[in-house]
């Protein structure tokens, strides 16, 4: 990985590093540089194109009653309590470290510290806090910085619905694009970006490429033995 510190980055200043595939956490700027390996792949939603597939079309439906609230970071029990569930739930699905408290309360003030605009989005069921999601607001679109929700309630599908009230609001806005990161095929928690399609991944000349032909091109590279 090759890291940037940076104290202040403007939108538009953060909008250009994004597209050249680099990602943000805290005052931190990062990205894979690996010579023979090129598997992390930067990935980018068509916010105006985008159509919800039939099983997307549940979860907006299964979603109707969530409230969404928008705002600065800000640290709670509740938030702690709701971190420390989610990677509970994926150290047993997915063989994820556990995180106590003490670890969650400052791994929550690593995403509340930015040298640029970060957005808490809050989604609330009942009037229960069920889903975090740390969005960084750029010139062309939103940028998924980290998400995390409440694993009892897999039902109502939250990482999805995350994602579709992110592509929804950059619509409503007028932005083109929703970053999700890097999608990496045969990864379990990175696989799942395909979904929102149309989609656009970087290519290893660094131009963005719709997905599936993104997808034949990094293939035919892979050399045969």
């Not at 690996?34 to 916010?47: E, S």
């Not at 932005?175 to 095929?185: E, I, M, R, S």
Request: net charge positive; charged share 25%.
């Amino acid at each position: 990985m090759e890291y940037e510190a940076v104290a202040e980055i403007s939108r538009k200043e953060l909008q250009e590093r994004i597209e050249q595939g680099w990602r943000r956490q805290g005052y931190l700027l990062f990205r894979p540089v690996c010579q023979t390996c090129h598997a992390c792949q930067p990935i980018r939603v068509l916010v105006q194109k985008f159509q919800p597939d039939r099983s997307q079309r549940r979860v907006i439906k299964a979603n109707q009653n969530v409230v969404l609230k928008i705002g600065r970071p800000n640290i709670s029990m509740d938030r702690i309590d709701l971190y420390v569930r989610h990677h509970a739930h994926h150290a047993e699905q997915k063989g994820w470290k556990k995180c106590n408290p003490l670890t969650a309360a400052n791994r929550i003030g690593i995403f509340m510290s930015a040298a640029t605009d970060i957005e808490e989005w809050a989604y609330y069921l009942d009037g229960k806090l069920v889903a975090i999601s740390y969005i960084d607001v750029l010139e062309q679109g939103f940028s998924g910085v980290y998400f995390y929700h409440h694993p009892d309630y897999r039902k109502h599908s939250l990482g999805t619905w995350c994602v579709l009230s992110l592509i929804q609001r950059a619509r409503d806005l007028g932005k083109p694009y929703v970053y999700l990161g890097y999608y990496v095929a045969g990864c379990r928690s990175m696989e799942y970006k395909a979904r929102f399609s149309p989609s656009e991944v970087m290519g290893v000349d660094g131009q963005w490429l719709p997905f599936n032909d993104s997808v034949a091109v990094e293939e035919s590279t892979i050399p045969l033995t």
